[in-house]
Nanobody, 126 residues
Framework: QVQLAESGGGLVQAGGSLRLSCAAS????????MGWFRQAPGKERESVAH???????YYTNSVTGRFTISRDNAKNTVWLQMNSLKPEDTAVYYC????????????????????WGPGTQVTVSS
């Protein structure tokens, strides 16, 4: 059974940092683009950052320069380092794996995700 498990969410003050982790089990995703999405209350789920198996990355404009995505293919793990957090970053953050090996960091989206984690809450207080 394929599972993605996020950890590292929590409550932090504005300007603080959090590091999210996503561990995959049940199969290897070493050739699949992985990513982080988020969903705030009353809003649609949106892309945050994606990373290919070779390390090419994509970031949505609102997190560029503040967030860093990374991965270790041997450990089947993806991380999201979040710095200079803002209250508008408050959301449930989801780890995702592309359905196949053809999805790039730039074209990864909701329709190309094949696997989702259950999500982890990130709350940034002002």
């Amino acid at each position: 059974q394929v599972q993605l498990a996020e950890s590292g969410g929590g409550l932090v003050q504005a300007g603080g940092s959090l590091r999210l982790s996503c561990a995959a089990s049940g199969r290897t995703f070493s050739t699949n683009t992985m990513g982080w999405f988020r969903q705030a209350p009353g809003k649609e789920r949106e892309s945050v950052a994606h990373i290919t198996w070779s390390g090419l990355t994509y970031y949505t404009n609102s997190v560029t320069g503040r967030f860093t995505i990374s991965r270790d293919n041997a450990k089947n793990t993806v991380w999201l380092q979040m710095n200079s957090l803002k209250p508008e970053d408050t959301a449930v953050y989801y780890c995702a794996a592309a359905r196949n090996a053809y999805t790039t960091a730039r074209n990864m989206g909701l329709m190309t995700v094949g696997y989702w984690g259950p999500g982890t809450q990130v709350t940034v207080s002002s």
